[in-house]
């Protein structure tokens, strides 16, 4: 009995592996923008593409449904999500409210290296700016997503790193969807500044700087809702 509890609970914790790798794996797709809003993501061909039962490739795509980055709907299935100009706006406020707290706890508890890998992911982050290509394009966006994402790990809070996460993937949507320049997600050199003012212990500025940076990405995008016409109105003049 105690081995086929414990074999369960094996089989168990591989099923959670398995969903929580592809999970990843389509949440850094969309990160990257190797997926756009809106793509179809049939359980057989995730199951197939990851070499998994579609049972597992359900669980990967109901988990992702639950960070908000696929829609699931009746009859229909899965897609990668498409928001609206309001969740859009909702997912900037949120980082609004979150991420100067995120930094302060970060700043409590940063260390020496800390700081090196921050500043090597923006070196990285600047290289990969000069640099031409689509796969060059999306290391740097997933870079400068990653610096986001390492403050939330430095702030030593797994939940609220989680949250960035999903706040993060959710953004990268929402920028490939109203996003106006070719930038990255960032695409300013903010996030340096962002890290003097911690190294130099000014933390009223380090949240003031991530709060410009925030709204410099909102700002780029246009959220005008797109009505689309019908057949008669679009020849209208
Ligand atoms: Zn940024």
């Known amino acids: 009995m105690k081995s086929a509890a414990k074999a369960q609970q094996a089989e168990d914790s591989t099923t959670d592996t398995g969903a929580q790798q592809i999970r990843d794996a389509i949440r850094e797709a969309i990160v990257e923008r190797r997926l756009s809003p809106g793509t179809k993501l049939s359980e057989s061909d995730v199951g197939n593409l990851f070499n ?13 449904s639950y960070e908000g980055l696929v829609s699931v ?16 706006r909702q997912i900037f406020s949120a980082r609004r409210l979150v991420e100067p707290g995120i930094l302060r706890e970060a700043a409590a508890r940063i ?28 290391a740097e966006i997933k870079a400068s997503g990653d610096f986001h994402l390492t403050l ?16 993060v993937a959710r953004s990268s949507l929402v920028i490939a969807l109203y996003g106006q320049s070719t930038a990255s ?11 003097s003012a911690i190294e130099a212990d000014e933390l009223d500025r380090a949240c003031q700087l991530m ?8 700002a780029d995008l246009d959220l005008r809702e797109r009505k689309s ?9």
């Open 152 to 167: 939330a790990m430095i702030s030593g809070n797994s939940i609220m790193q989680r949250f960035m996460e999903e706040l």
């Open 73 to 88: 709907e009746k009859n229909r299935g899965a897609f990668v999500a498409y928001p609206s100009p309001e969740e859009a």
């Open 111 to 138: 260390t020496p290296d800390d700081i090196t890998h921050l500043r090597q992911l923006l070196l990285e982050e600047g290289r990969l700016m000069s640099e031409r290509g689509q796969t060059a394009r999306r």
């Open 52 to 64: 998994v039962s579609r049972t597992l490739a359900r669980a990967a795509l109901q988990a992702l």
């Open 185 to 195: 997600s960032c695409g300013h050199s903010e996030h340096g500044d962002i890290i």
């Open 211 to 218: 709060l410009h940076h925030i709204a410099h990405i909102e």
């Open 229 to 237: 016409l019908g057949l008669k109105e679009a020849f209208e003049l």
